[in-house]
């Protein structure tokens, strides 16, 4: 019967070792005692010694290869003996690849044996095949999804690899391992990635700006208004609802109507380009989507018919659409078949922004905030208040002298806000 | 509390159910003029007479029935097996008897008995006389069984078990019954079956033993201790009904788990826990639940040879480093 030469374990703390040189070729008779190669452990370069008589049959492992104690390094036996059924046993890589069966056992899994084990009874788990499955403990499993945590990205300091509790704790940066541990081979750091799924939201998101911003050649016109009359205006508007127990009026409702106001006007704005039915769409009714920043996204639920309301009743509607969207409560309906988009990004102290246009639309108004600024009147420098209102244009649609007249018209009817109080 | 030995304790609990009611007995081989095999009975036939004390014949077969009929006619027996590995010739009594007639009888009959006797390995007596019987009764729905480690729950639990309506597997150890451990002298004092023990706590592995291998997993756990963890030690002391709730809340705590049971390994009460344990805690588990068991061979004569069959402490302490990735 063939006899299996083992790796041996030639240092209490050597876990593989490398086979360095041969010091025999196959064909030769060994005599026990005999060095058949050298292996470089740990620690030092040392000689194996055959425990028995034979001829070498077969070199398992080569020179530079490393292996885990227990792992085939050679086969001894007689001349011309099978060797086929001693290398079944072992996996390509020279370890065990199957528990022997029949063999008694008390402990299970066997232990990595610390003294020298009988050839044939040391299963080293660390060297069975991973048939390239990413290996872990059920808990580490679970612990990795609870936290988002791709097992790929994590490195196993178990058995074969295997991702163990300790090695997701490590990537978590939670809890470490007992003090009294020894120190992990794997030295984790606190560098981590989420991964978070898109939500179906994000996708239509991602799909709709992104086909918005590919297709429609976008430009941009900004104007500075002045709103000085407009500030007057609201807090006298605001002090007459607050007696007749209306709600109040936003400097973002004045804005929105003045564009409903300004579409009107300039129909040619109020448009949507459909190159696919050969016809651009031109709206007699201004349905503006009002931009709504939502816990994990953005919607623009849309005021209807907004050139027949009032201020005060735009600024109602909006009130009432913006808690329904941050409650996640607007229907599709409520969100559908805008003619033009506003959105407004001033209550984070941004001065100006360029908007991406929500299609169908043909342009969309980005409204900066309130701020003030040194202004000229009548040839002196004395404090004024200005907003920055930025219209983004699809050109194949609007063109700029379009969009420059539409943005005058904003601009004058903000100026002039008793003019917009004026309209229904 | 009282210091007592094993075989004390359990005297002491049949003592006390004897005193408190007139239909229990002791009946086995040399309970009464030879004041037990092991000397648990010492003293029990000079004070309840021949009547309540009766020596049998060597038939286990006879006896064993002679008890489940008399239990089924009213009265409250506690059959003495000099060891249990003397009970095979029994079996029929108690596979078929004691463990299904009140089912088969729709409930027309139950037994009100115990069955008791050292079991397991007690050293150098060869392969017939070193067997563990308690995953062979466990696997049979109607007996109950209880294996006990220390004299307290000896006493606690056997009380039970005497007044328990159904039959009772109660397994004690030879080498066990000079064992000295406090014990409680709560008047009236018992242990409800089917309630594990936590001996120690800890969170780094858990360790199950019951009988002989709670001590191998107590000794393991100090070797742990040494090395800087805290292993918890749990004693089912009932193994069937088992109580999972306990296991399964320590196993949630230490993510690991090695159990210890001198039995052979197939089809052990090992198998069944680690079987419960991956099927009730499978997304708690950090590691394969591992076993230290008995060899898988009949017990060997030779002292050698028995003491290397048997699950050793450091078997455990090795298992227990196994599954806590420390080797």
Redo the contacts between chains.
């Keep these: 019967m063939p006899i299996a030469i083992d790796m041996p374990k030639m240092t209490d703390t050597m876990e593989e070792g490398v086979l360095v040189e041969w010091a025999v070729e196959e064909g030769d008779n060994i005599a026990a005692g005999d060095v058949i190669a050298q292996v470089e452990t740990d620690k030092a370069t040392m000689d194996v010694e055959a425990y028995d008589d034979g001829v070498l049959l077969k070199k398992v492992a080569q020179a530079g290869d490393s292996l885990p104690i227990g792992g085939l390094i050679a086969i001894l036996g007689n001349e011309g003996e099978d060797i086929s059924g001693l290398l079944a046993e072992h996996g390509t890589n020279g370890t065990v690849a199957a528990a022997p069966p029949e063999e008694p056992v008390s402990v299970e899994p066997k232990p990595i044996p610390v003294e020298t084990a009988p050839s044939g009874d040391a299963l080293p788990a660390a060297g069975l095949p991973t048939n390239g499955r990413t290996k872990a403990s059920p808990l580490a499993r679970k612990m990795a999804s609870d936290h988002g945590l791709p097992l790929v990205n994590l490195i196993g300091s178990g058995p074969g690899g295997r991702i163990i509790k300790r090695d997701v704790q490590a990537q978590i940066g939670r809890a470490p391992a007992p003090a009294a541990a020894p120190a992990p081979t794997y030295v984790p750091s606190d560098r981590s990635v989420d991964s978070v799924r898109i939500s179906q939201m994000r996708k239509v998101i991602a799909r709709r700006l992104a086909e918005s911003k590919y297709t429609s050649p976008h430009f941009y016109l900004t104007a500075d208004v002045d709103v000085a009359a407009l500030i007057t205006q609201r807090t006298m508007l605001n002090d007459y609802l607050a007696k007749s127990g209306g709600p109040k009026v936003s400097f973002n409702d004045f804005v929105t109507k003045a564009c409903a106001s300004a579409l009107v006007q300039h129909p040619d704005v109020n448009v949507t380009y459909a190159p696919d039915d050969g016809v651009i769409l031109r709206y007699n009714y201004v349905d503006i989507g009002v931009a709504v920043a939502i816990e994990d996204g953005l919607v623009t639920p849309v005021i209807r018919d907004a050139q027949q309301k009032t201020v005060a009743t735009i600024a109602q509607e909006i009130q009432a659409l913006a808690v329904r969207a941050r409650d996640k409560k607007l229907t599709p309906e409520e969100m559908e078949g805008s003619t033009f988009t506003t959105s407004n990004l001033g209550m984070f102290g941004i001065e100006s922004f360029t908007a991406i246009i929500n299609p169908p639309n043909a342009c969309i108004l980005a409204i900066g905030g309130i701020r003030d600024t040194p202004v000229v009147e009548n040839g002196a420098v004395v404090a004024g208040k200005r907003m920055k209102l930025t219209l983004s244009c699809d050109h194949r649609v609007v063109d700029g002298a379009v969009g420059a007249q539409f943005m005058a018209t904003v601009k004058e009817l903000l100026e002039s806000p008793l003019s917009l109080l004026l309209q229904t | 509390m009282a210091e007592l030995q094993l075989r004390e304790a359990i005297r002491a609990a049949m003592v006390e159910e004897m005193d408190r009611d007139e239909d229990i007995f002791l009946m086995g081989e040399e309970v009464a003029e030879y004041n037990g095999a092991y000397k648990v009975s010492e003293g029990m036939r000079d004070r309840y007479g021949d009547r309540r004390v009766i020596d049998t014949p060597i038939s286990e077969n006879g006896f064993a029935g002679l008890g489940l009929g008399a239990a089924m006619n009213g009265l409250r027996p506690i059959i003495e097996f000099m060891t249990w590995n003397f009970a095979f010739v029994a079996m029929d009594q108690l596979v078929n008897n004691a463990a299904k007639i009140r089912y088969m009888s729709g409930g027309q009959f139950s037994f009100p008995i115990v069955f008791r006797g050292p079991n397991g390995a007690a050293g150098q007596l060869a392969a017939t006389h070193n067997t563990s019987v308690e995953a062979l009764y466990s696997c049979f729905p109607g007996l109950k069984v209880i294996s006990i480690s220390n004299p307290d729950d000896a006493k606690g639990l056997l009380k039970s078990a005497i007044r328990d309506d159904d039959p009772v597997i109660f397994l004690e150890s030879e080498f066990m019954y000079g064992m000295r451990g406090e014990v409680s002298d709560a008047e009236d004092y018992t242990i409800p079956i089917g309630k594990a023990r936590i001996a120690k706590e800890g969170d ?1 592995v858990t360790v199950i033993g019951h009988n002989k291998s709670y001590w191998r997993a107590m000794e393991a756990a100090e070797m742990l201790e040494a ?3 805290a292993a918890e030690v749990i004693d089912p002391r009932t193994i069937r009904p088992f109580d999972w709730d306990t296991v399964i809340a320590s196993i949630r705590k230490t ?1 690991r788990c090695v159990i210890v049971d001198e039995s052979n ?1 197939f089809a052990s009460v090992a198998s069944e826990v680690a079987f419960q344990i991956q099927a009730r805690a ?7 639940i ?8 009949p017990a060997p004569y030779a002292k050698n040879l028995i003491e290397y069959y048997l ?1 050793s402490a450091e ?1 455990v302490y ?2 227990c ?2 599954v806590m ?3």
């Design positions: 780094a090395d800087g963890y993510n390994p499978f997304d708690d588990l950090d590691a394969p591992s076993r230290v068991t008995a060899k898988d061979t699950p078997d090795r298992a480093r196994e990735y420390l080797d």
